[in-house]
């Protein structure tokens, strides 16, 4: 269901279009942070679930629609912005720094710190989930060693290990210990995506503005101002104090991202708390440490 994200990117950006260059003609860090973007989306649709995850649990139909549909919705808006395409806002925030000004240097700067906090995010969320696998898979030979030891002597297991299911992993949960990256927090691959695509949002302000509209255009062609939701404004109102771009599209991705994973962590805790009790979950929070609530 993420695939269609990275696809539907790199189609848009070869779309020939009269108004806007296509990817071979793109400025370098456009094509970089689309780069970034589909090095995050190739690792979750194709390395985590054919090659590292033991086993993965069913999803309503329902579900896997609304994440292709926003895959493909978010993947379409970062991909104009990419593309160039100017992005009028309400509040009357510049996309490509304030009064047509010459780009500043810091640009280059935040870009540099963008990305390496999208490696550094990329990197802890590849290693915390892979840590979680590494878990279950101890947590599958260890109830599959027992059940082994209860068939020698007669006993039987008291607890479903899902070795009747096409996959030993199936329906195996283990929480997290309290140490490394889960000694403070029970989702630290939630935390450092989000940290991935802060870098991202910040790598996103060396992304350059380059489509044009055609003098022949009528004037209905060009899209009115976005109005800004309120919780945008702060972000627009810094860019354009520092004259910098605004990377419209890759702070509402980051908005997106928070909002829709926070629930399932919070979610996720209770789960931890219902089947492990608050002893296993040693006061750690979701995404905050120390925090039960969060």
Not at 34 to 58: E, K
Not at 184 to 191: E, G, S
Request: charge should be positive.
């Amino acid at each position: 269901m993420e695939i269609i994200g990275p696809i539907n990117l790199i189609y848009n950006l070869m779309l020939p279009s009269p108004v806007s260059p296509s990817i071979g003609d793109l400025p370098w860090p456009n094509v970089l942070v689309a780069g970034l973007y589909c090095t995050h989306y190739f690792n979750r649709s194709i390395i985590s679930p054919f090659f590292s995850a033991p086993s993965m649990s069913p999803i309503h139909p329902f579900v896997m629609t609304s994440a292709m549909a926003f895959n493909w919705f978010n993947s379409s808006c970062l991909a104009g912005w990419l593309r160039g395409y100017t992005i009028l806002t309400t509040p009357s925030f510049s996309a490509d720094g304030r009064n047509g000004q010459s780009r500043p240097a810091i640009v280059n700067y935040i870009l540099t710190v963008g990305v390496i906090l999208f490696v550094i995010g990329m990197a802890g969320n590849i290693y915390s989930e892979t840590a979680l696998f590494r878990f279950r898979r101890e947590e599958t030979e260890k109830r599959l060693a027992k059940k082994s030891d209860d068939a020698k002597t007669g006993t039987t297991a008291g607890e479903n290990d899902g070795g009747s299911s096409r996959n030993k992993f199936h329906k195996v949960y283990v929480i997290p210990p309290c140490r490394g990256v889960f000694r403070y927090i029970l989702y630290p691959h939630y935390a450092f995506e989000w940290l991935e695509w802060a870098g991202f949002a910040l790598a996103g302000t060396a992304v350059r503005s380059l489509s044009t509209v055609p003098a022949h255009a009528p004037s209905a062609a060009v899209a009115p101002p976005l109005r800004l939701a309120p919780w945008l404004i702060p972000a627009a109102w810094m860019a354009d104090k520092l004259s910098l771009p605004l990377p419209l599209p890759a702070i509402v991705f980051v908005v997106n991202a928070v909002t829709n994973m926070l629930p399932h962590a919070r979610w996720g805790r209770k789960w931890y708390v219902e089947k492990f009790g608050e002893k296993g979950v040693a006061g750690r929070g979701a995404v905050v440490p120390n925090c039960a609530c969060m």
